[in-house]
């Protein structure tokens, strides 16, 4: 084991590595932000220059980041795919096993892991979703379920919300609610029209008009919560009003649970937890045990009728690889065996509790705290108010994210691997770092 600099900062839970730190982690650090900004672009090196983040994650564990300087961090950020923290044993060991026997697919044959997480994937899912499609990516999902929904339906009209975060390929852009990203790559994929998250009335008008229109509709996609929005909830009633619409019009309802499913709430999909029923479901991030890229989208069996008749009309090389698979059905059966599920809806009622008492706080700064089980977020009063806790976090030791669609809003997701004293560092820090920020407030609102 190594060790790291006298004055490198430990978190709970931190301090069993294995991988020795450089001699001289500045220089190394540097070296990789100069070869990225050189290789991969300007952007995000000028931004980590920026934050004064010239380091380098470097070995993780559960979850704890350690960093090229020795500095321990709690990670609840990682985009929200680290529900079973990072390198979990379990998914680590079935994907060890799996690249030793067979890490890709002919593509001829089939595999023994993709049969099983299928089959087990039916198994967790509610409803009618049986049948699955396995790709790389959140964003895959999302297209794949798309095309679905297009074939199945014989229309191309599509619901989403605004706001909403479906992904950056051309199809996942086109439903994603945010200009920002979107205008330069028009002209987008025809078809789409937004209504604001949470709005039935807007929803019925919309769907009703894209019914009369020429291509009619298709399908509603809504994140039952939406995560980079800001972790927005949706009102009481308003997913279940979304599938009436649908079954009104003869579209598909399609959830993207990609963020906010497998267990990120306390249950293994939002969905089950509201009582609503999607034709299709759109899954990634936690879905590969935070070890493996792995997306899917899985329908009902009325849905998957277009990929009965033409086996070939969607595929991908790596989509469903023995690899990824063997994490999918390690990273299920880790949540099923340990007690992941129930882990998160117990953190998460400490998390809640400590983040609505520092809002109460700190409500100066903090206009709202929203979420549900591992999933919230700190609807701050500015985007600076947003930039200055996340930063005072990071070097207090606690990594966190900003929401894509809604910056001032900072997303806290811990594992739900993490102990108590690692919720309650959590808590500590935010509170430190909301009263840093209320402290400055008058100049960051
Ligand atoms: N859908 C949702 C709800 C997401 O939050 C994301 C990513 O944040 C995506 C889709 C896209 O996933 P990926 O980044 O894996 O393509």
Redesign the pocket.
């Given at each position: 084991m190594s060790q790291p600099r006298a004055t490198a900062r430990t978190v709970p839970g931190g301090g069993l590595w294995r991988k020795p730190l450089p001699a001289d982690p500045d220089a190394v650090a540097a070296d990789a932000v100069r070869r990225m900004e050189r290789y991969t672009g300007a952007a995000f090196a000028r931004l980590l220059r920026f934050m004064g983040m010239v380091t380098l994650e470097w070995e993780a564990a559960g979850a704890v980041v350690r960093d090229v300087h020795g500095d321990e961090y709690i990670d609840c950020g990682g985009?929200?795919?680290f529900f079973h923290g990072h390198s979990h044993p379990r998914v680590v060991e079935a994907v060890r096993r799996q690249a030793g026997e067979l890490a890709q697919s002919t593509r001829l044959l089939s595999h023994l892991p993709q049969a099983e997480l299928a089959e087990r994937l039916a198994e967790v899912c509610p409803g009618e979703l049986r049948y699955s499609f396995f790709c790389?990516?959140?964003?895959?999902?999302?297209e794949g379920a798309l095309k679905l929904a297009r074939a199945a339906t014989g229309r191309s009209g599509i619901i989403a919300a605004e706001d909403?975060?479906?992904?950056?390929?051309m199809g996942?852009l086109s439903a994603?609610g945010k200009a920002q990203y979107q205008d330069p790559f028009r002209p987008l994929v025809p078809g789409f029209r937004h209504v604001p998250f949470g709005d039935e009335a807007a929803l019925a008008a919309a769907a009703a008009e894209a019914a009369q229109a020429p291509g009619g509709l298709a399908a509603v996609l809504l994140?039952p919560i939406?995560?980079?929005a800001g972790v927005v909830l949706p009102p009481p009633g308003y997913l279940a009003a979304a599938r009436r619409l649908c079954d009104r019009h003869g579209a598909l309802l399609i959830f993207?649970?990609?963020?906010?499913g497998i267990g990120r709430t306390g249950a293994m999909f939002v969905c089950g937890q509201e009582g609503v029923d999607p034709d299709i479901l759109?899954t990634?991030?936690s879905l590969g045990g935070g070890v493996m890229?792995l997306?899917a989208f899985t329908a009902t069996p009325a849905a998957w009728r277009p990929f009965d008749d033409a086996p070939f009309l969607h595929t991908s090389t790596f989509g469903g690889s023995p690899l990824a698979c063997a994490a999918g059905l390690a990273a299920l059966e880790a949540i099923a065996q340990e007690g992941l599920l129930q882990r998160a809806q117990s953190l998460g009622r400490r998390l809640e509790t400590g983040l609505r008492e520092i809002g109460r706080r700190h409500s100066a700064v903090v206009a709202e705290v929203r979420g549900r089980g591992l999933f919230w977020g700190l609807d701050l009063r500015s985007e600076g108010a947003g930039g200055m806790v996340l930063n005072e976090l990071l070097a207090s030791g606690v990594l966190v994210v900003y929401s894509?669609n809604r910056p001032r809003v900072i997303r806290v997701m811990p594992p739900a691997v993490a102990t108590e004293a690692q919720i309650d560092f959590v808590l500590e820090m935010v509170d430190r770092a909301a009263a840093t920020a209320a402290a400055a407030a008058p100049d960051l609102l």
């Open positions: 985009y929200g795919m790389n990516s959140g964003a895959e999902a999302v909403a975060f479906h992904g950056k390929t996942a994603t994140e939406q995560g980079e993207d649970e990609v963020q906010c759109a990634a991030k890229p997306g894509l």
